[in-house]
C-alpha cells in the first residue's frame, strides 16, 4: 500500500469517526432526559418578557390528571423562566389528546434551548410537546411522548448543540 493511499485511508477513518460520533450525539440529546444539574434557584431578572407555551398532552397519557406541573425553559446565558404549578384539575387542563395555552411572563431569554417539565402525583401525566413562543425568540418544539417520571426535572436541553 503506497504512502497516499495509507494517507487517504487514515482520512477516511478520521471522517467517518467524527460522522459516527456527530450523527450519535446528535440522536442521544433529541429524546427527553432528567436533569444532570438543574437548579431552579438560578432564576436571572434580565428584563420582562411574555411568552406563549402550548403544552400539548399525549393521547396515551391518563384521561385527566391530578398530577402537580410545573415547567422551566432557557437560553445557555443562564436566564431562566420558572413556571410553577400550571396545573388546575378544575380547568381540565391536561386531559387525554389535548392542547394547553398559556401566557407566561417572565425574563427574557435569548434562544430557547432547554425546557424540562417537573411532574409530582399519582396519575403518570404523559406530555406529547412543549411549544415557546416568544418576541425575543425563534419559537421552539420540544418532543416528549413519553412517561415523565415522577419529582424530577425531565426534558430537552440543546444549549450545547447550537
Not at 429524546?31 to 438543574?38: C, G, L, Q
Not at 411574555?50 to 425553559?73: E, K
Not at 431562566?80 to 387542563?93: E, K
Request: proline share 5%; aromatic share 14%.
Amino acid at each position: 500500500m503506497s504512502r497516499s493511499s495509507r494517507m487517504a485511508s487514515l482520512q477516511l477513518l478520521t471522517l467517518l469517526f467524527f460522522f459516527f460520533f456527530t450523527v450519535s450525539k446528535s440522536i442521544d440529546v433529541s429524546k427527553p432526559h432528567a436533569a444532570e444539574s438543574f437548579d431552579i434557584n438560578l432564576i436571572q431578572n434580565f428584563g420582562s418578557c411574555r411568552y406563549t407555551v402550548i403544552i400539548r398532552t399525549s393521547c396515551s397519557s391518563p384521561r385527566y390528571t391530578r398530577d402537580q406541573i410545573s415547567l422551566s425553559f432557557g437560553d445557555g446565558y443562564r436566564n431562566q423562566v420558572y413556571a410553577p404549578r400550571l396545573d388546575d384539575p378544575g380547568s381540565r387542563a391536561f386531559e387525554r389528546c389535548s392542547s394547553d395555552t398559556y401566557e407566561i411572563n417572565g425574563p427574557c431569554v435569548r434562544q430557547i434551548c432547554y425546557v424540562y417539565v417537573h411532574r409530582s402525583g399519582p396519575d403518570g401525566w404523559v406530555p406529547e410537546s412543549v411549544q415557546i413562543f416568544s418576541h425575543s425568540s425563534k419559537a421552539v418544539t420540544f418532543t416528549f411522548n413519553t412517561h415523565v417520571p415522577e419529582s424530577i426535572w425531565f426534558g430537552h436541553n440543546y444549549c450545547n448543540t447550537i
